[in-house]
C-alpha cells in the first residue's frame, strides 16, 4: 500500500550575482529512490545562469520545473571555472500530492481504503 507523500515541484527563484556562467541542477529521488538529477536542458547538463554583470550586481532569474516530482531534493550550482558566484536567496515552489503510486516497483504499489459502511457519515 502506498501512502508516500510526494511533491510536485513548480518553480526555483535565485536571487545571485556572478561574473560569468554557471549550471543549475536539481537532484530528487523520483522515481527509483536515488538522488538523481532531474532538472536538464541536454540530458543531465542542467540548466544555464547567465551572468549578472559582476560580483554584487543582483538579478533574479526563475527556472519553471515542470514534471519534476519527489519526496526529497537538494538543488546543486557549479560556477564556470574563473566564475565568482554569490547567492543571495533561493525559493523553491512545490505543491504536495497526497499519494504518489509506483507501478513499476516489485511489487507494484496499491492504493486502498479501509472498508467505508454506506450511510455511516456520522450525522443524526
Do not use: H
Not at 24 to 49: I, K, S, W
Not at 76 to 101: A, D, H, M, N, W
Amino acid at each position: 500500500m502506498a501512502f508516500r507523500k510526494c511533491n510536485d515541484f513548480k518553480e526555483i527563484t535565485l536571487v545571485y550575482a556572478s561574473n560569468g556562467p554557471a549550471t543549475l541542477q536539481l537532484y530528487t529521488d523520483m522515481p527509483g529512490g536515488a538522488l538523481a538529477a532531474r532538472l536538464t536542458e541536454n540530458a543531465g547538463a542542467g540548466v544555464t545562469l547567465a551572468s549578472s554583470g559582476g560580483p554584487g550586481v543582483r538579478i533574479t532569474q526563475t527556472v519553471a520545473l515542470d514534471g519534476i516530482r519527489g519526496t526529497e531534493f537538494y538543488p546543486k550550482i557549479t560556477p564556470g571555472s574563473t566564475t565568482q558566484f554569490e547567492l543571495y536567496s533561493g525559493v523553491v515552489y512545490l505543491r504536495p500530492l497526497g499519494v504518489y503510486i509506483d507501478g513499476s516497483l516489485t511489487p507494484g504499489e496499491i492504493w486502498q481504503t479501509v472498508p467505508i459502511a454506506p450511510g455511516a457519515g456520522g450525522g443524526q
